[in-house]
T-cell receptor
Framework: QKEVEQNSGPLSVPEGAIASLNCTYSDRGSQSFFWYRQYSGKSPELIMFIYSNGDKEDGRFTAQLNKASQYVSLLIRDSQPSDSATYLCAVRGLNTDKLIFGTGTRLQVFP | EAGVAQSPRYKIIEKRQSVAFWCNPISGHATLYWYQQILGQGPKLLIQFQNNGVVDDSQLPKDRFSAERLKGVDSTLKIQPAKLEDSAVYLC??????????????FGPGTRLTVL
């Protein structure tokens, strides 16, 4: 079983729709959860982080965490073509800075 | 504020050759990371430095990979000899605060290595 799993996609959504990206993790001791966006040929950039159960909103982005189900998601409201990228889920355990990344989900937003 | 700098941006070598990558972290960032990202996969941590000491190198193939961070600032990652499966993007990242719940890692542009 992979430590952090994501559907590789592509996930295709029309402009203005809500994009829902999902991630599951295997280590129950995981403490912090990060969503990175990576444009093709570019390096990852942090979009959001979450460490408490529930929702965390930042602009058009909402991260959701359910530790009991070992599940974290990212919702992108009013999706724009500029949101087209690969979204990487990363998980950090207790007492470590090490990030375990999933393989990423490729999102395509079409006009 | 300048970001993480890496060089070279691209490198093509033949298998069994050696190669070195350089990274300069964001000023003041004590923690530095080297990641390997193979096409279609997420980044995988190779080594983490805190100042000039190694914190985690559990996934570094030590028979061929080496890294150092002299003086606790710049870092170099070396591969010798390179194999075909080393073809990847090598990402350097740095962070300010170690061990906190929230510890943002800032990534450099990466070095794309192709081994022929």
């Amino acid at each position: 079983q992979k430590e952090v799993e994501q559907n590789s996609g592509p996930l295709s959504v029309p402009e203005g729709a809500i994009a829902s990206l999902n991630c599951t993790y295997s280590d129950r001791g995981s403490q912090s959860f990060f969503w990175y966006r990576q444009y093709s040929g570019k390096s990852p950039e942090l979009i959001m982080f979450i460490y408490s159960n529930g929702d965390k909103e930042d602009g058009r982005f909402t991260a959701q965490l359910n530790k009991a189900s070992q599940y974290v998601s990212l919702l992108i409201r009013d999706s724009q073509p500029s949101d087209s990228a690969t979204y990487l889920c990363a998980v950090r355990g207790l007492n470590t800075d090490k990030l375990i990344f999933g393989t990423g989900t490729r999102l395509q937003v079409f006009p | 504020e300048a970001g993480v700098a890496q060089s070279p941006r691209y490198k093509i070598i033949e298998k069994r050759q050696s190669v070195a990558f350089w990274c300069n972290p964001i000023s003041g960032h004590a923690t530095l990371y080297w990641y390997q990202q193979i096409l279609g996969q997420g980044p995988k941590l190779l080594i983490q430095f805190q100042n000039n000491g190694v914190v985690d190198d559990s996934q570094l193939p030590k028979d061929r990979f080496s890294a150092e961070r002299l003086k606790g600032v710049d870092s170099t990652l070396k591969i010798q000899p390179a194999k075909l499966e080393d073809s990847a993007v090598y990402l350097c990242a740095s962070s300010l605060i170690r061990g906190s719940t929230y510890n943002e890692q800032f990534f450099g542009p990466g070095t794309r290595l192709t081994v022929l």
